[in-house]
């Protein structure tokens, strides 16, 4: 059998060094137990939710998905997945 990706939309923000407030702000809206944690290097970000702590590379995306949950997406692997929808 063949399968096709399902037409869905996320939100998301790629992980650069002015995009951090953004990121935070994406983070606790999904749940306030959710934290960005501190690191000692701009190459990436560390973030803990109670289900998971991931780590987020310097220009890779941080990813709401659609039932609510956060993930991590390599940049090129996004882009090829996702095209960016118009705000009205």
Known sequence: MRYRRKSLEVEAIQYTLCSIDEIRDLIESVDEKNKLLPTFSNE???????????????????????????YDSNKEIFED?????EEQ
């Open 81 to 85: 997945l996702f095209e960016k929808v």
């Open 44 to 70: 990436s970000l560390v973030i803990y939710t109670p289900e998971k702590t991931f780590k987020v590379n310097l220009n890779d995306y941080l990813v709401k998905g659609f039932l609510n949950e956060l």
